[in-house]
C-alpha cells in the first residue's frame, strides 16, 4: 500500500519501484496499492513489473497525491489474500492499511522511510510547529505499533524509533543500482559535452541532486558561493526551486573580487539521464538534516563521487569522514564550506574518495538487500508448502 506512486517520483516511489521489481523477479506475486494521480493528465500504470496497481481515491496536496483511507484498501487486501503486507512510510493509506490487516489477521511489515515529524516541524510556522511535530510522533507510534515489524533504513533513524518509544523494530538498509550508477559514465560523449558547457574553464563542479522542498534545506549550498574555482550544479525540481534559485543565484552574484559563474539548474532528471547528472561532477552535496538514510549518497558514491553530508541523520550511516567524503556540522557557520574545500582541494585525494566510496556501496544491489526483505517477511509470518509468494506493497 502506497502513499505515492507513479506518476508522481520521491524517494518511497523509488525504493518502491525497486522492491517490487525484484520480488517479481525472485519468483513472488505482488500487488500495489497506491494513490490514483490528480495532479497530472498521467493517470500512472495499472500494472508495474507485471505486479497490478490498484488506484485508490486521492487529492491533490502541495506536490503529491495522498490517498484517502478509504474502506477499499480493505477489500483489495481481502481479494489478494496475501502472506505478507509491506507498508512503505506509513501515514493516512499506510495506516488504513495497518488497520485492516489486523482486522483480516495479515501479517505486516511497516517501513518507516520519511521522517514525517521532521516535515510538519518545517512546515508548520511558527512557534506552532514543535508542538506538531510532538503530535506527529504520537501519530507515528501509534500507527508503527499496528504493525507486527518496523524497518528503519539506519541506525539514528532506528535510534529515533525508539526513542519515541515505538517497539518492534530492525534495521534495513537500501540498495543501489550500481548497473545505472557507474564511474563508466564519465566516458560518455553527453556526459563530456554536458561537462564543457557547465565548466568551460576547467571548473570542479559541486552539486546536489534530490527534490528542492523546505525540508531539503538546499539554501545550504549559498555557503559554497565563490568558493574559487567551482560551480554549482543543482538536479532536481520541487516547491523551492524558485526561492532556491533566487538565493543561489544572489549569494554567488554577491562574491566580489573575481567573477563567478551562476549556479545551474538542470531540472528534475530520471534514469540514464540522471546517472549522467551525476556523472558530471567533482563532489555531490547532500544539505537536509531529517533525513533517515540518503539515497543520492549511495547513487552519488556508486558514481565514483566524493560525498559531503551533515553529521545528522541517515548520512552517519554513509559518509565516514576523511574516508568516502566529509561530515560537517550543520549548525556550525563555515563547516560546510571547509568540508567541500578538503573534498576538492586535491584531485588525486578526490579521486581516492570517490573510489573509497564506490567500493562502500559495491553490494549494496536491491537485489542483496530485498533478499533480506524477505527474510523479514518470513520473521513475522513463517511460510510453509508454498512455493511462491505473494505480497501487497504498500507506501
Known sequence: MTETFLPSYSGVTTSVCHVVTELREKGH????????????????????????????????????????????????LRDADPDVVHVASPFVVGARGLAAARTLGLPTVAVFQTDMAAYVRLHTPGPAGVPAASAAWRWIRRVHSWADLTLAPSGPSLTDLRDHGVGRTALWRRGVDTRRFSPVWREDALVKALRRELAPDGERLIGYV??????????????????????????????????????????VAGVTGRPNRPPVFLGARHGDDLARAYACLDLFVHTGTSETFGQTLQEAGASGLPVVAPARGGPLDLVTDGENGYLFDPWASGSLRRAAERATDDESHRAALGERGRRRVAGRSWSAVVD????????????????????????
Open 29 to 76: 506475486e505482488v500487488v500495489v496499492v497506491a494513490p490514483g494521480a490528480r495532479r497530472t493528465r498521467e493517470q500512472g500504470p495499472a500494472e508495474f513489473a507485471g505486479a497490478p496497481v490498484h488506484r485508490i481515491a486521492s487529492v491533490p496536496l502541495r506536490q503529491f497525491d495522498v490517498g484517502l483511507p478509504s474502506p477499499e484498501i480493505e477489500r483489495v
Open 210 to 251: 534530490g527534490r528542492l522542498a523546505p525540508e531539503k534545506e538546499v539554501e545550504r549550498l549559498t555557503e559554497l558561493a565563490g568558493l574559487p574555482g567551482t560551480r554549482l550544479v543543482v538536479v532536481g525540481d520541487g516547491p523551492s526551486r524558485a526561492a532556491v534559485g533566487a538565493r543561489l543565484t544572489e549569494a
Open 372 to 395: 533480506e526483505l524477505v527474510d523479514h517477511y518470513r520473521s513475522v509470518r513463517p511460510v510453509t508448502g508454498r512455493q511462491r509468494e505473494r505480497a501487497v506493497v504498500a507506501a
